[in-house]
């Protein structure tokens, strides 16, 4: 079974979208080079690509649920100060499927704060939260890596393994 993943947190607009495409894209190039499926509601045309305007809204929670129900792993990267009731949402729901949910934070001491939050201590199934990273990252997809499947030996029709 190869493992995916689902890149979860605040949708920001204007001057903060970079605080929520630049963390899914360092996630998704290393997962993805790792040789994991990742879903990025942002952009994912294993879904189908719905943006987050008027005219899709009420695909977009059908559409990120289904991306979750696909997923195995659910990573959340928490931004401080900012409501996202979709990634409140979207962590219970995975949590009531049965999903494992690793939570980020932009630095040290927010991850301090969340580790005592029995919120996060109830649907975080990483050690502990740690500061987003690209070297983080590459913890996750090697942990990970044990749950890929490997490519069984090639039997030739003589019964000996090619090598």
Same mark, same amino acid.
């Given at each position: ?8 947190? =605040? &949708? ?17 190039? $290393? *997962? @993805?080079?790792?040789?994991? @499926?990742?879903?990025? =509601? ?8 719905? /943006?987050?305007?008027? @005219?899709?809204?009420?695909? $977009? ?21 900012? *409501?996202? &009731?979709? @990634? ?13 949910? $690793? ?6 001491? *927010? ?6 939050? =029995?919120?996060? &201590?109830? /649907? ?15 913890? $996750? ?11 069984? =030996? ?10």
């Amino acid at each position: 079974m190869s493992v995916s993943f689902y890149l979860c947190g =605040p &949708i920001l607009e204007g001057d903060e979208r970079w605080r929520s495409i630049g963390w899914r894209e360092v996630a998704y190039n $290393i *997962l @993805t080079e790792k040789g994991f @499926t990742v879903f990025n =509601p942002m952009v994912s045309a294993k879904a189908g690509d719905v /943006h987050y305007d008027e @005219t899709f809204k009420e695909l $977009i929670v059908p559409r990120d649920k289904l991306m979750i129900d696909r997923s195995d792993v659910v990573i959340v990267n928490y931004v401080p100060k900012e *409501l996202s &009731i979709g @990634t409140c949402m979207e962590i219970m729901y995975a949590h009531m499927t049965g999903k494992k949910v $690793i939570w980020f934070a932009e630095d040290q001491e *927010l991850c301090l704060d969340l580790e005592d939050n =029995p919120w996060v &201590i109830a /649907h975080n199934d990483w050690e502990f939260v740690r500061p987003f990273s690209a070297e983080v990252m590459y913890d $996750i997809a090697e942990w990970f890596s044990c749950f890929k499947p490997h490519n069984p =030996p090639t039997i030739s029709p003589d019964g000996w393994q090619v090598l």
